[in-house]
């Protein structure tokens, strides 16, 4: 990586993918390996093609391989859901949640935990999440209209997010049940662990759906950076773009958090490290931001396994320890620019 800073941008801008794909096949060997259970991993990958199901088969297919498939889904999912929004509003501050829909999912699961559902129905919880996804996205088009502006849109999504943090608060207050409301609590923390290939399943439909969507209007974001009217005078739709690169990020996110819960911080902070790479240009940097996300979302689920001690620490309070200050930084950056 040291190498790849030193080199030209035209080499730097080459180099990049190949340079994430390998950190990303390293990290997902590791994530295979890495856990309580302690195997030789390629040993029991024999064993697995073999069709030999020993116990640290089934712990490496039933247990490891949807929690590092998952997590390379939505770590990707957010990484290029940030920089479609930062792209789309050319905002370096904005970032996936913007829109509300994380808020509404989370309402969506919280709801049926609150009523019990999800331990008649396992799969009741990421089918909640994301049935409040769909509602937050409905509400959102109802209040800001079919042809709104991006900022009446963020409007309308911050206005249903409060709304749907309001509500899990209410579901909290009036548990009458406190290892459900422990649950809830735990749930929004955000967590790959205990996730089954059900999981990956459900939402894998839902987040590629999201991501053709982001990627379609790649070239269109490029042009963005000229303004709306030069856009649209280079023969771009912009209402139809707003509409899908919008729809997408919410269609994959929703899916993403209705599985996993909150994990913040990784649509933000990921597009910044990469900008430089790829010369600024938004629609270079959809692609690897959502190989870097991956990376770093498998980083921080690496991180918590090896930093717990009984008690799992959850990966979405480990990117926001790790975020929150990045965030800091990067505004007192911008403050010390406009100076």
């Known amino acids: 990586m040291t190498q790849l800073l030193k080199q030209t941008p035209q080499k730097k801008e080459r180099a990049l993918i190949p340079v994430l794909l390998f950190v990303l096949g390293i990290t997902c060997l590791c994530s295979l390996a890495i856990g309580s259970a302690k195997f030789p991993l390629f040993e029991t990958l024999d064993q697995l093609f ?49 829109l509300g829909v994380s808020g509404g999912a989370s309402f969506g699961a919280v709801l049926v935990m609150y009523t019990g559902l999800a331990k008649a129905f396992p799969l009741a919880l990421p089918l909640g999440g994301m049935m409040g996804a769909l509602l937050a996205i409905i509400l959102i088009y109802i209040f800001a209209g079919m042809n709104s502006s991006v900022q009446t849109l963020i409007l309308a999504g911050v206005a249903v997010n409060s709304f749907s943090v309001a509500a899990t608060s209410l579901a909290l207050n009036l548990s009458a049940d406190p290892h459900a409301a422990i649950e809830i609590i735990f749930w929004q923390m955000g967590s790959l662990a205990n996730r089954s290939f059900d999981h990956v399943m459900m939402a894998l439909p839902i987040m590629l759906t999201g991501w053709v969507l982001i990627f379609w209007d790649a070239r269109a974001l490029r042009a963005l950076t000229l303004g709306e009217e030069t856009a649209s005078t280079l023969g771009f739709h912009m209402k139809m773009v707003k509409l899908r690169l919008v729809l997408g990020t919410m269609l994959s996110v929703g899916a993403a958090v209705s599985v996993t819960g909150s994990i913040g911080f990784i649509g933000l902070v990921v597009p910044h490290i990469l900008r430089p790479f790829v010369g600024n240009d938004p629609s270079k940097l959809l692609g690897v931001s959502a190989i870097a996300g991956a990376i770093l979302l498998l980083w921080a689920d690496l991180a918590v396994r090896l930093l717990s001690t009984g008690v799992e620490l959850k990966i979405g309070v480990l990117t926001s320890m790790i975020g929150a200050p990045f965030f800091l930084m990067l505004i007192y950056k911008m403050k010390k620019d406009m100076v």
């Not at 490496?60 to 990707?76: D, S």
């Open 50 to 98: 073999k069709r030999n199901f020993s116990q640290a088969v089934l712990i490496l297919w039933e247990i490891r391989f949807p929690r590092t498939l998952l997590g390379i889904l939505v770590g990707a999912t957010l990484g290029l859901a940030g920089a479609a929004m930062q792209g789309l509003l050319r905002n370096p501050l904005a970032s996936p949640g913007v």
